[in-house]
């Protein structure tokens, strides 16, 4: 079982930066790949990114965020991080947390446990 907590949302303007935490709690949060997703309002909730679980922490990105957000983990810490810089207003959305075992995943079915969101929200 794990828990997942968001935090580092918050109001930005356009070509700002924001970032996003994730604290985990639970057993072998080194064996679970970890996520990034989103949804605005209307909107279904879409892959944002993704970080394999092992030594070699592969990653992966929705092509709208490829160069302007990095994922990343602290296993020690327990912990996920979205940086996002270059914000655009279409980034406005809740920003979901989620955790899979196995591998690479960007479907959101495939995920097993998510946090509760933060709201980021780019103004223009």
């Known amino acids: 079982q794990v828990q997942l907590v968001e935090s580092g949302g918050g109001l930005v303007q356009t070509g700002g930066s924001l970032r996003l935490s994730c604290a985990a709690s639970g057993r072998a949060f080194s064996s679970y790949t970890m996520g990034w997703f989103r949804q605005a309002p209307g909107k279904e909730r879409e892959f944002v990114a993704a970080?394999?679980?092992?030594?070699?922490?592969?990653?992966y990105y929705t092509a709208s965020v490829k160069g302007r957000f990095t994922i990343s983990r602290d296993n020690a810490k327990n912990a996920v991080y979205l940086q996002m810089n270059s914000l655009k207003p279409e980034d406005t959305a809740a920003y979901y947390c989620?955790?899979?075992?196995?591998?690479?995943?960007?479907?959101?079915?495939?995920?097993?446990?998510w946090g509760q969101g933060t709201q980021v929200t780019v103004s223009s």
């Open positions: 970080i394999n679980w092992g030594s070699g922490m592969s990653t």
């Open positions: 989620a955790a899979k075992i196995g591998g690479y995943s960007g479907t959101n079915s495939r995920y097993d446990y």
